[in-house]
């Protein structure tokens, strides 16, 4: 469609009205001839018949100048429309009579405005008052074209439009003008007396245009509302046609819906109903597709943790394909959120790929942090008179070892003694423990897979028991209470040896002495118990068998009760050695490797532990050296025997 302009010329104005400029050339005649210019604009009255035929009378009112400018009857057979020529201007469209079958006529045309009035009855008259507004309604660009004569003489004048081109004839006042390119016409017109005169009027032609729309950046997936603006301001139905037509869900609309997976430009061509056409394209890029791996995790070794991605720029329902590399620890590497075990810091990284092939990438590091520190179970005496520590096992695929530790002489400095393995008992025995001599502390920790180390657990610190002599057969227990566990009660155990210890009374958790009153005469030996709150079973269960060192014979070891030293009054009730009452010297004393002992006469003797049990035996000479690197460290006492009397002296191993 074409929308047109018009500069119409006069010799005598140089005015501009309505987009017009008038030229008038007159030449010197007995008539006085004036010649100007217009444009009518079409306009369409359309006609709705009810009934079989009827005839109507209508006119045309120029609201301004308050008169008639068209007037017709016309007898309707059918429904009709009747194209009609109106300059710019204020109108009312009149009915006058008859129609009685006919509904209301309307009038369309973009020139046409009737809105919002509509029909109205105004002085006794059905009246639609509309405005012509100077617009091309029809494809082909078609106008009148007026020429409007001042003549003052008689017959009448001959017109002679130049050039002739898309005039419907160039011989008459108001020919009509098909315009497809800018044009000026020149308009003359002559009198009989052969006076002329002539007018020109420029026109120019407007392409049909439109426009698809600016270019757009958009995730992938999306589904996009495309649109369209054209210049095409007639009644007809414009035909649409977008290429490809690849992801719409039609080809043929204004607005189709596109679903986009891949760059692509789409080109839309309209088509006005008289067959003029016009191309636009648009471009739709696909937006970089986005993943984001979050924040990085932490862990404990052999712990898992929820790996997720988060997906930006795409918005489709076709699925994604998901990779994370290493697969090391994973329980599936082709899914958006899988499970982490973690034995060393790792990385991993997620490619996405979309179904049209672009990808995106992130990382999120797995970070090893160190494990809780644990906690021990008890710690107590085992029968190789050693200091044990027990705990419960903790089940983790990330543990290494259990480090132990045990408080130096220093408050709460702590050196490492030892460690056991993960896939050992979880027992450790303080070999260089001398339990006889004072209480230890004790804490551990975990060293994980990684080689990271927990913090140190909380103390566990053991019994000390010691005894001194009351009145008549009193004996004082006195000991240092264990710690790492609220006690409830301590079991007192008596013996004449340390291989029959009894059960003979308890006191409450709170006390720190007791006095046995019925101790008979002779050897006594005194042993404490607690008993743990909770289930030590290092092995799973609660008792443990336990081949002896010593006595090569297998025992029950329980380790759901702690048992301090073994306290005993057995030196103290032994004679000193008569007869001769030979001196005896035993250096060095404390000692590591070689005791030397130098006693005058003959004798046997035997190194003893506190527990009463030799181990060590031989026969005295003067000067004897015996080796006792291989005893462990503690207090020992030897026994020398000449003939029926016996001498005891106490050495220290270290």
């Known amino acids: 469609m074409l929308i047109l302009s018009s500069i119409i010329t006069t010799v005598y104005s140089n005015t501009v009205l309505n987009n017009q400029k008038q030229h008038l050339k007159q030449t010197t005649c007995v008539d006085n001839l004036n010649l100007s210019t217009n444009i009518a604009y079409p306009i369409k009255i359309s006609f709705m018949l009810l009934g079989e035929s009827d005839n109507i009378e209508m006119s045309i009112v120029d609201e301004l100048a308050g008169k008639e400018v068209s007037h017709f009857t016309k007898h309707l057979v059918a429904s009709t429309d009747t194209l009609i020529y109106m300059n710019e201007g204020k109108y009312s469209l009149v009915w006058v009579s008859g129609g009685f079958s006919v509904k209301p006529p309307y009038l369309s045309g973009s020139s046409v405005n009737t809105s919002p009035v ?296 702590y050196e490492k003694i030892g460690s056991v393995s993960y896939d050992s008992l979880s027992v450790f025995t303080d070999n260089q423990s001398a339990i006889n001599v004072k209480s230890n502390k004790y804490k551990m920790s975990i060293v994980d897979k990684s080689g990271l180390e927990s913090p140190l657990s909380n103390p566990h610190k053991t019994m000390h028991l010691s005894i001194n002599k009351g009145q008549d057969n009193t004996w004082n227990l006195i000991w240092e209470p264990y710690e790492g566990f609220t006690v409830s009660t301590y079991n007192i155990y008596r013996g004449t040896n340390s291989n029959n210890l009894n059960f003979i009374d308890a006191t409450s958790g709170s006390s720190s002495q007791y006095s046995d009153i019925s101790a008979s005469g002779g050897d006594v030996y005194y042993q404490l118990e607690v008993i743990s709150p909770t289930l030590i079973s290092p092995t799973k269960v609660s008792t443990s068998m336990q081949k002896s060192k010593e006595s090569g014979t297998t025992t029950m070891v329980s380790y759901n009760s702690s048992r301090s030293n073994i306290a005993t009054n057995f030196v103290s009730g032994v004679n000193e050695l008569t007869g001769d009452n030979k001196q005896i010297n035993i250096y060095p004393n404390p000692v590591k490797d070689q005791l030397r002992i130098n006693f005058e006469g003959g004798s046997t003797f035997e190194i003893l532990n506190l527990m009463g049990q030799v181990v060590y035996n031989g026969d005295l000479i003067k000067n004897t050296i015996v080796q006792i690197s291989s005893l462990s460290s503690g207090v020992y006492m030897i026994k020398f025997k000449t003939g029926e009397t016996f001498e005891y002296r106490k050495i220290i191993k270290e």
């Open 118 to 413: 509509g029909w109205i009855y105004d002085n006794n008259q059905h009246k639609l008052p509309f405005k012509i507004f100077g617009k091309i309604d029809n494809c082909e660009n078609r106008v009148k074209i007026n020429a409007v004569a001042s003549y003052s003489g008689t017959g009448n004048l001959k017109y002679k439009w130049t050039p002739s081109t898309g005039l419907s004839t160039d011989t008459i006042a108001s020919p009509i003008a098909i315009v497809t390119s800018n044009i000026t016409y020149s308009v003359t017109a002559t009198s009989l007396n052969g006076c002329t005169a002539t007018s020109d009027i420029s026109m120019s032609p407007t392409a049909l245009i439109v426009n698809a729309g600016d270019d757009q950046s958009v995730k992938g997936g999306t589904s996009i509302q495309l649109s369209s603006t054209s210049n095409y301001t007639g009644t007809g139905i414009l035909k649409y046609k977008w290429t490809p037509a690849t992801g719409l869900n039609n080809d043929a609309i204004a607005n189709p819906t596109g679903t986009v997976r891949n760059d692509i430009t789409y080109t839309l061509t309209i088509t006005s109903p008289c067959g003029q056409t016009a191309s636009d394209d648009i471009k739709l890029s696909l937006a970089q597709l986005s993943v984001d791996a979050g924040a990085d995790k932490t862990v404990i070794c052999g712990g898992t943790t929820q790996l997720s991605c988060t997906i930006s720029n795409y918005v489709g329902t076709d699925a994604l394909k998901y990779k994370w590399t290493p697969s090391t620890g994973l329980n599936n590497d082709s899914i958006s959120n899988p499970t982490a075990t973690a034995i060393n810091n790792i990385s991993y990284t997620v490619t996405v790929t979309a179904l049209n092939g672009s990808t995106s990438s992130d990382s999120v590091k797995v970070i090893i942090i160190p494990m809780d520190k644990p906690e021990i179970g008890i710690v107590g005496v085992s029968n190789l008179n050693k200091n044990r520590i027990a705990w419960n096992k903790v089940s983790s695929k990330g543990i290494a070892a259990y480090n132990i530790y045990k408080e130096t002489n220093v408050t709460d400095i």
